[in-house]
């Protein structure tokens, strides 16, 4: 074989198979026959193009010969209701539809899979699915989940939107803070579990994060207006920045006061700080550009930490939850030294999370009360589910106390 | 057009006071006539509590009749509104104007085959 080979259609498909079923959901009114359609087309492209080799528009191409393949299933099919789908169809001469159109049809479908009216598993898992172009086993596998629970999900999700009709639609001004809060939530919670997988043996799940900021991007490229969009998009670039750095070569957690700043991506530090340069300009500050732009003073080292601990009182302004309460805490520690941090920590309650036990450790440890700080080692390390970060915090905990040797 | 079953989900025991009750439905008065107005209106009630509920269950060739409610729970059905309306966007905002008015949860459920 000469021509192109499937590692072709693979990478066309990655980059359109969302635009596609976007495009095919709004011609055909149904995202089950849009997915078929697509599908389809790229399985025609599959046997073609090694011989043919790939088209000018290869997402065009996909595109038509999509809406060809939809004319023809609906012809064979041929009950009324689909005899009525082909009518529409042909009134729609569909010549490549243009970029703006595209545009609308991608928002319309990503607005769709993160309704609030499904349940949030399974708008992550449709997003994933209908914008992202993942399988159904690669969803599966990137939460942790049994393929089956993921197809189900995807199954009932589609089922809801068709049967109690979620419009594919943008929502009007009025509801679009709150409907564009869901979609962020959506992306970013794809990357928080890729960025730190809450179980498994790797801390970092590379595929998720690399999906969470391609859609990040995308919805950048879709509403470049929307300050939050971008602040979305500043922070996953900084966080990605540090990806290489956060992990050492035998696996465990490397903190960010400890990391290597040589393995940092400048390009993406430089992008992350130019957004997050942008948003601050727009003026209209959210919890998504708070969170960068105290990202963006960590990659300029070493922070201004009274930058940070002003950034954080915003954030829980913003967005008051313990979570916030202890970032801010270990801020106010550099300002105003561990045992200040360590007051407000002991102020707060987030049962169940490794986080608060670490850094009351890490504090307690700074103040030379050793035995406390290894009772709080052993707290986390009772609750980290995560193999890189337990393997920091037992080495810390070894530290605290050679004696009792690592721990749990 | 589709319709959407909005029903209000009441928790057991003795309803509000009457200074209390006397505000709410004065507001699910005017989200009904809202409804009305804007052409979405199909049908709507108000229900008896539970306890007046009687139960039919088939029972071979005979049905037999036994005093309801069918299920006790801690909340039940205190009225329903159905609404024609475009899509699940419209009905969740009659749904939510249903809600305030109410201060009750509001379940909003598509009618299967258009109501027909």
Known sequence: MTGPGPAAVEAVFRSSYGRAVAVLTRLLGDIDAAEEAVQDAFATALQRWPAEGVPPSPAGWIVATARNRAIDRVRRESTRDTRHR???????????????????????????????ALAPAARVALTLRLVGGLTTAEIAHAFLVPEATTAQRIVRAKAKIRDARIPYRVPREADLPDRLGGVLAVVYLVYTEGHTASSGDRLVRTDLCAEAVRLARELAELM?????????????????????????????????????????????????????R??????????????????????????????????????????????????????????????????????????????????????????????????AYDRALALAGNAAERAFLARRRAEVSPSDGAGA | M???????????????????????????????????????????????????ATVLRPAGDDVLVTDGPYAEGKEHVGGFTVVDVPDLDAALEWGRRLARATTLPVEVRPVAGNGV
């Open chain 1, 86 to 116: 082909a009518a529409l169809l042909l009134q729609d001469p569909g010549p490549p539809p243009e970029e703006g159109a595209v545009r609308d049809d991608r928002l319309r479908l990503l607005f769709t899979c993160c309704h609030p």
């Open chain 1, 224 to 276: 470049p207006d929307e300050p939050e969009v971008l602040g979305l998009l500043a922070l996953l670039l900084l966080g990605e920045s540090r990806r290489a750095a956060r992990v050492s070569p035998s696996g465990e957690l490397v903190p960010l006061a400890g990391q290597d700043r040589r393995l940092w991506d400048a390009d993406l530090v430089a992008e992350g700080q130019d957004l997050v």
């Open chain 1, 278 to 375: 942008r948003c601050l300009r727009r003026d209209a500050p959210g919890p998504y550009q708070v969170q960068a732009a105290i990202q963006a003073v960590h990659s300029d080292p070493p922070p201004d930490w009274r930058q940070v601990v002003a950034l954080y009182d915003h954030l829980l302004a913003l967005t008051p939850s313990p979570v916030v309460a202890l970032n801010r805490a270990v801020a106010v520690a550099e300002v105003s030294g561990p045992a200040a941090g360590l007051a407000l920590v002991d102020a707060l309650d987030l049962p169940r999370s490794h986080l608060l036990p670490a850094v009351r450790a890490d504090l307690l440890r700074r103040l030379g009360r050793r035995a406390e700080a290894a009772a």
């Open chain 2, 2 to 52: 589709a319709q959407y079953l909005l029903s209000i989900q009441q928790p057991a025991g003795d309803p509000p006071a009457p200074e209390v009750l006397g505000p709410i439905m004065r507001d699910v008065t005017r989200v009904d006539d809202e409804i009305r107005a804007a052409g979405a209106w199909v049908f709507a009630a108000a229900l008896f509590p539970p306890a007046t």
